[in-house]
Nanobody, 116 residues
Framework: QVQLVESGGGLVQAGGSLRLSCAASGSINSFNAMGWYRQAPGKQRELVARITSGGTTGYANAVKGRFTISRDNAKNTLYLQMNSLKPEDTAVYYC??????????WGQGTQVTVSS
């Protein structure tokens, strides 16, 4: 069983930065990938960033160059560094961990609001 607890969301002005954290508990030694999704009201859920067990990263075009996903294996924590934030980044951000065959676990989500 896996639990994901997110923190770091909040209100920030356009151009500012936030760092989201996702603390994982339970056994994730065999995970395939971890990532961040976001969903704004009235919009489809979208993948923001993803990092595989091998360290390969990928980003949505909308955040490429501004966001950085990373993982601290010793702390069992996933991060999303969000720089140069825009109002369009406003959404609920979800941490996920993906296992082959088993599927994905999701965090509770954390609200990020970027004001103009």
């Amino acid at each position: 069983q896996v639990q994901l607890v997110e923190s770091g969301g909040g209100l920030v002005q356009a151009g500012g930065s936030l760092r989201l954290s996702c603390a994982a508990s339970g056994s994730i030694n065999s995970f395939n990938a971890m990532g961040w999704y976001r969903q704004a009201p009235g919009k489809q859920r979208e993948l923001v960033a993803r990092i595989t067990s091998g360290g390969t990263t990928g980003y949505a075009n909308a955040v490429k160059g501004r966001f950085t996903i990373s993982r601290d294996n010793a702390k069992n924590t996933l991060y999303l560094q969000m720089n140069s934030l825009k109002p369009e980044d406003t959404a609920v951000y979800y941490c996920t961990v993906e296992f082959r065959y088993i599927g994905s676990y999701w965090g509770q989500g954390t609200q990020v609001t970027v004001s103009s």
